[in-house]
C-alpha cells in the first residue's frame, strides 16, 4: 500500500518542510523587502520540521515505506531532530546579515532546501533514493557557498566545492551502479543478501567508491580539500550550518547504507575506514595548527573531526556495534552545538585570529560562550564534545579490533596536537591585549547573538542530557 | 549529602566571586574570598573529627546512576586513601587565598578560577567512579592553564599551555584506559571494579598501561616532568600552593587508589619500574635541585623527589609502604606549599630568587626565615618534623619489596640533607649581601597566617603521625586484603 495515509505521516517533516519552502519563496517574491515576515516564516518552518519529528519521535512511529525505499525509524528522525534544529537557529542568526545583503529570501530558501533534502536522506533506504536526496541537499549547498557575490573568496570557494562535488558525486553514482549492477538491487537489505553470498569482486569496488563518495561528502581526507575554501568563502552562518547539518545528515545516512548494505563486509569497510579516519583526524589538525584564519581553522577542525567520528563507524564490529551507533548519534549532536556556535561567534568577532585579541575585556560574554566553544572541541569534560568521544573511545574499546585500538590511540594524540590551535584563540581572548582600541562592536543582530549563546548554553549543560540523550540514542540506534 | 556539598560549595563561591559588584575593595574581596574557602575546610574538619576512625571503606557517600546502561554513576565518598587529600585540598586552598597578595589584578576572577579548581580537586579525592573522577580531574585543568597564564610571570603563556599539553596527552591517554576498563568489566564504579572487576590478567595488563602512563605524566615522574619547571617558576606565589600541593597528588592518589586496588595484577608487571622511576625522581631531584641557582627552582626539584618516595611507598603495595605514601601525599603538600609561599615572601622583600644574592635573611625577618628553616629540614627528612616518618616508611616499605631501589632512595635523603644544608646556609645565614636588604621588614601578620599554620602542622604531624594514619590505615588494610597483598 505505497500511497496510505500512513506513509502521508511519515513524509510530514519533509511536506511541511517543502510547504514552507514554498511559502517562503512566494511570499518573498510578492513581498519583497518584508525580511522579518520571511525570516519569520522560516523560522517557522524550521521549527515546525522540528515539532514534527519530535511528535513522531515521542509516538514511536515508525514503518518502512514505498516499497521499502523510507524508512522512518528513531535513527532517522533523531538525524531530522538535529538537522531541523540546525536549521532553525541557523535561521535565526543569519536574519541580520541576509537583510543587509538584501537577498533575503532566496538565502532563506536555500537553507530551508538544505534542511528539506537532509531530512529526507537520512531516511533513505534504497542506493538510488540515497543519491537523489544527497544531491538534493548538496546543489542549494553550492549556491549557499556562493552567495556572497561581493567576495571573490566566495566565488572561489563555491567553484571548487561545485568540480569537487561533481567528482564525488559520479564517483558516488559510479559505485551505486556498480553495486545495483551486480546485486541486482538498489534497496539495501537486498544489496545485504546478495553480499553476504560469493564474493564479487565488482560489488566490492562498487562499496569502496561508494566509501570514496561520501569521503567527499563528510571532508574525510583524502577528499577533504575543498573544506577550508568553501567554508571561508561561505557567509559565515552558511558555513556554520553546511559544516554541520547536511554532514551529520550525510553520516547518517552513510552509517545506515554501511550498517544494512553491507553488514557482511563490515571486516573490509571498517578497515578502510579505520585508515580513512586515522589519514583524516591528521590532514585535519597538522593544517589547523598554521592557520591564521579561524574560519579556515574551523574547517580543518571540522575535518579533525570528521575523522572522530569516522573511528565509531570502524568501530562497528564485535559487541560494540550499538554502541557504534550510539557513538555517531551522540557526537553529532555534541558536534552540531559547538561547532555550529564556533561558527557564528567568528561571523560577530571577524575571521582574523588577532580579532579575538582581548575578547574577555571588550565582550566577556562572547568570550565565554566561545571559550565554551573552543573547550568543547578540544573535549574537556564536561562539555558537549567530552561525550562525543567518550562514547566513540568507549565504542572503539569494546569492538576487540587491533585496528580500532589504534585508531583510538590516534584519536587520543590527534586530540592532543588539536589543542594549541584551539587554546591560541583562547589565549587570545583571555591572555592577550586586544590589537587596536577599537572594540569588536555591539552592532551584531540580537538573533545572531542569541543564537551563539544559546547554543553555548546547550553545550556547557550537554551533560545534564547525556543520560537520556544516550538512552534514546541506544532505543534509536538498534538498526 | 555532606560530601557533594563540600565538593560543590566553592562552585557557588566561584560564581559569588564573579558577581561581587566590581567597586568592592580589595580587602573586602580578600576576605570573603577567605570565609569561603574555610566553609569546606570546616566541613572537612567536621567529617575528620566524626569519622575518621569510620574510612575503612567509602563513608558519605551518595550513588546516582547516571547512564544507566554503562553503569556510569555520579558516585562519591570519603575513604581514608582519599580523605588525607580531601582535607590538605580544602586546607590548601584556603592558604593559597591567603597567599594572593601577589596578585593585584582582576582579584574576582582569580579566586573564581581557583575555586572551581577546587571543585575538580575535591572532587577528584571523593569520586568513586571512573568516569566521574576523570571528570574532576580534568576540571582542575582549565583553571590551572588560565591561572598560570593570567597571573603568571612574563614566561607564563608558553608555561600555562606547555602544562595543558602535557597533562591533557596524560589524561586522555588514562581516559582511554578507564573507558577499555569500564566497558569490559561493564561498571565503572569503583566498589564494582575492585580487584580487577573480573578481567584476565592480559586484559588488566592493557588496560593499566595507559593508566598508569598518563597518572606518571600527571605526577609527575621524570622523565615525562618536562613541564614542571616552567610552570612552577612562572605560577603566582599562591597558585604554586595549590600546583604543588594538591595537583601532582592527582596522580600519585590515581595510582594508589584507582590503579593499583582496581588493577593489581595488571599493575603488578609494572611496579618494578615505577619503583625504579622512584628512584630516579629522587636522585634527578636532588642532584638538579642542588645545582639551581634559583631558590623557586630549588624547590621544585625538591618536590619532584620528594614525591618519588610516594611512587616508591605505592610500589611496594604492602601495608608500611602504602601508609607511608598515602601519608607523604600530605607531609609533601604541606611542607612545598609552606616553601613556595616563603620564597615569595623573599622575593617580594628582596625582588630576587637567586641564591648566590640571598643571604642573612634570618637577622633581619627571623619569622619568615626560621618558618622557612623548619619548612627545609622538613623536606630533608628530619625526625620530628611530618616528612621523615612518612619517608621513613616509604623506604621500609620499599625495601621489602625492591630493596635494591629502596637503597638508592635513600641515597636522595642524604643528598637532599646536603642541598638543603648548603642553601640554608647561604641564604638564611650567612653575611648580608646586599646593603638595600637591611632595611626589609620581616612577615607581616597576613603573611604568618599563610605559613605559620602550615609549619605548626608539620611539627604536629612529625610528633603525632597516628593524626593521619588513624584515617588511613583501615582503608589500606582492606584494599590490601581484597588485592592480595599485605
Known amino acids: ?224 580539500f ?181 585508531t583510538v590511540g590516534a584519536l587520543v594524540v590527534s586530540t592532543v596536537i588539536s589543542v594549541p590551535y584551539y587554546f591560541g584563540i583562547v589565549r587570545g581572548m583571555l591572555l592577550e591585549e586586544p590589537v587596536s582600541s577599537e572594540v569588536v562592536k555591539k552592532g551584531e543582530p540580537a538573533g545572531l547573538r542569541l543564537a551563539v549563546h544559546t547554543l553555548a548554553f546547550l553545550t556547557f549543560v550537554f551533560f545534564v542530557g547525556i543520560a537520556p540523550l544516550s538512552a534514546v540514542a541506544r532505543a534509536a540506534g538498534m538498526l | 549529602m555532606i560530601t557533594t556539598v563540600t565538593i560543590f560549595i566553592p562552585l557557588l563561591g566561584a560564581l559569588l566571586m564573579l558577581l561581587l559588584p566590581k567597586e568592592f575593595e580589595e580587602r573586602r574581596v580578600r576576605a570573603i574570598a577567605a570565609a569561603v574557602a574555610a566553609v569546606p575546610l570546616a566541613l572537612a574538619l567536621y567529617v575528620y573529627f566524626v569519622y575518621r576512625h569510620d574510612l575503612g571503606a567509602p563513608a558519605l557517600t551518595q550513588n546516582v546512576t547516571w547512564v544507566s546502561s554503562l553503569n556510569i554513576g555520579y558516585r562519591v565518598g570519603l575513604d581514608g586513601i582519599g580523605f588525607g587529600m580531601f582535607l590538605l585540598t580544602a586546607l590548601l586552598t584556603l592558604i593559597a587565598v591567603v597567599a594572593a597578595w601577589d596578585v593585584r589584578r582582576n582579584l574576582r576572577q582569580y579566586f573564581a578560577l581557583l575555586f572551581v579548581a577546587e571543585v575538580g580537586m575535591l572532587g577528584v579525592f571523593a569520586a568513586q567512579d571512573l568516569v566521574l573522577f576523570y571528570v574532576f580531574f580534568e576540571l582542575t585543568l582549565l583553571p590551572m592553564y588560565l591561572l598560570v597564564g593570567a597571573w603568571g610571570d612574563e614566561n607564563r603563556r608558553a608555561a600555562a599551555i606547555k602544562f595543558f599539553l602535557y597533562t591533557f596527552l596524560g589524561s586522555t591517554i588514562m581516559l582511554a584506559g578507564f573507558l577499555a576498563f569500564g566497558i569490559l568489566a561493564g561498571s565503572f564504579s569503583f566498589s564494582a571494579l575492585e580487584g580487577g572487576g573480573g578481567l584476565s590478567r592480559a586484559a588488566q595488563v592493557a588496560v593499566a598501561a595507559p593508566i598508569v602512563l598518563g597518572l606518571l605524566i600527571k605526577v609527575p615522574a621524570v622523565p615525562l616532568h618536562g613541564w614542571l619547571l616552567d610552570v612552577y617558576l612562572s605560577s603566582p606565589t599562591s597558585t604554586n600552593v595549590v600546583l604543588s600541593g594538591i595537583l601532582p597528588k592527582l596522580g600519585t592518589y590515581g595510582l594508589l587508589r584507582v590503579a593499583i586496588p582496581l588493577l593489581p595484577q595488571g599493575v603488578h608487571p609494572f611496579l618494578p619500574y615505577i619503583a625504579i622511576l622512584a628512584v630516579v625522581n629522587i636522585l634527578y631531584g636532588a642532584f638538579v635541585g642542588f645545582m639551581q641557582p634559583d631558590l623557586k627552582a630549588l624547590v621544585s626539584y625538591s618536590s619532584l623527589a620528594t614525591l618519588g618516595f610516594i611512587l616508591l611507598g605505592a610500589s611496594a603495595v604492602n601495608t608500611v609502604g602504602y601508609n607511608g605514601a598515602v601519608l607523604q601525599q600530605f607531609t609533601h603538600g604541606l611542607y612545598s606549599a609552606l616553601l613556595f609561599v616563603v620564597v615569595g615572601i623573599f622575593q617580594a622583600r628582596t625582588g630576587t630568587r637567586e641564591i648566590s644574592e640571598l643571604g642573612g635573611l634570618v637577622g633581619r625577618m627571623p619569622w619568615a626565615a626560621s618558618i622557612f628553616a623548619i619548612g627545609s629540614l622538613a623536606a630533608m627528612g628530619l625526625p620530628g618534623l611530618a616528612v621523615f616518618s612518612s619517608e621513613f616508611m616509604t623506604l621500609l616499605g620499599g625495601y621489602d619489596a625492591h630493596p635494591v631501589q629502596a637503597i638508592l632512595a635513600a641515597l636522595g635523603i642524604v643528598t637532599g640533607a646536603f642541598y638543603f644544608l648548603y642553601m640554608l646556609a647561604r641564604v638564611i645565614f650567612g653575611p648580608i649581601k646586599n646593603p638595600a636588604y637591611e632595611a626589609i621588614q620581616d612577615a607581616t601578620p597576613l603573611e604568618m597566617t599563610a605559613i605559620f599554620p602550615l609549619a605548626a602542622l608539620l611539627v604536629l604531624i612529625g610528633f603525632f603521625p597516628g593524626l593521619l594514619v588513624v584515617v588511613q590505615h583501615h582503608a589500606v588494610q582492606s584494599m590490601l586484603t581484597v588485592i592480595g597483598g599485605g
Open chain 1, 1 to 224: 500500500m505505497p500511497y496510505s495515509a500512513e506513509a502521508l505521516v511519515a513524509l510530514l517533516p519533509e511536506i511541511i518542510g517543502a510547504v514552507f519552502l514554498l511559502v517562503v519563496l512566494m511570499v518573498g517574491v510578492f513581498l519583497p523587502g518584508s525580511v522579518r515576515v520571511v525570516g519569520g516564516l522560516a523560522a517557522a518552518g524550521a521549527a515546525a520540521v522540528f515539532a514534527a519529528a519530535t511528535w513522531m519521535f515521542a509516538s514511536g512511529f515508525h514503518g518502512t515505506f514505498f516499497g521499502g525505499g523510507y524508512v522512518v525509524d528513531g535513527f532517522a528522525l533523531y538525524f531530522k531532530l538535529l538537522v531541523a534544529g540546525c536549521a532553525f537557529l541557523t535561521v535565526v542568526a543569519c536574519l541580520g546579515w541576509a537583510r543587509s545583503a538584501g537577498d533575503a529570501t532566496e538565502y532563506l530558501v536555500l537553507i530551508l532546501s538544505v534542511m528539506f533534502g537532509a531530512t529526507l536522506l537520512v531516511s533513505m533506504r534504497d542506493l538510488f533514493g540515497v543519491f537523489l536526496a544527497l544531491e538534493l541537499s548538496t546543489i542549494p549547498s553550492y549556491a549557499l557557498v556562493a552567495f556572497d557575490r561581493r567576495r571573490r573568496e566566495s566565488s572561489e570557494g563555491a567553484m571548487k566545492y561545485i568540480i569537487t562535488g561533481a567528482v564525488a558525486s559520479s564517483v558516488l553514482l559510479y559505485g551505486i551502479v556498480l553495486l545495483y549492477g551486480t546485486t541486482g538491487s538498489a534497496s539495501l537489505p537486498d544489496v545485504a543478501k546478495t553480499f553476504s553470498g560469493p564474493q564479487q569482486p565488482a560489488a566490492l569496488l562498487g562499496l569502496l567508491l561508494l566509501i570514496s563518495g561520501f569521503a567527499f561528502k563528510v571532508s574525510a581526507a583524502p577528499f577533504h
Open chain 1, 226 to 406: 575543498w573544506t577550508p575554501d568553501a567554508y571561508q568563502g561561505a557567509p559565515a552562518t552558511a558555513a556554520a550550518f553546511l559544516s554541520v547539518a547536511p554532514k551529520m545528515a550525510t553520516f547518517a545516512v552513510f552509517l545506515r547504507v554501511l550498517t544494512e548494505g553491507a553488514p557482511g563486509e563490515a571486516p573490509v569497510w571498517t578497515a578502510v575506514l579505520a585508515v580513512i579516519a586515522i589519514v583524516t583526524m591528521f590532514t585535519g589538525n597538522l593544517p589547523a595548527l598554521r592557520q591564521t584564519n579561524v574560519r579556515r581553522m574551523l574547517a580543518y577542525s571540522s575535518v579533525a573531526h570528521s575523522g572522530y567520528v569516522l573511528t565509531a563507524f570502524a568501530a562497528w564490529q564485535g559487541n560494540a556495534r550499538a554502541e557504534a551507533v550510539q557513538a555517531v548519534m551522540i557526537y553529532a549532536a555534541a558536534y552540531a552545538v559547538m561547532n555550529l556556535g564556533a561558527f557564528l561567534v567568528v561571523d560577530i568577532v571577524g575571521e582574523e585570529a588577532k580579532s579575538f585579541n582581548g575578547l574577555v575585556r571588550t565582550r566577556p560574554g562572547l568570550a565565554a560562550s566561545m571559550f565554551v566553544f573552543m573547550a568543547a572541541l578540544v573535549g574537556i569534560p564536561p562539555l558537549s564534545g567530552f561525550w562525543g568521544k567518550l562514547w566513540v573511545i568507549l565504542s572503539g574499546a569494546g569492538s576487540g579490533s587491533v585496528l580500532t585500538y589504534v
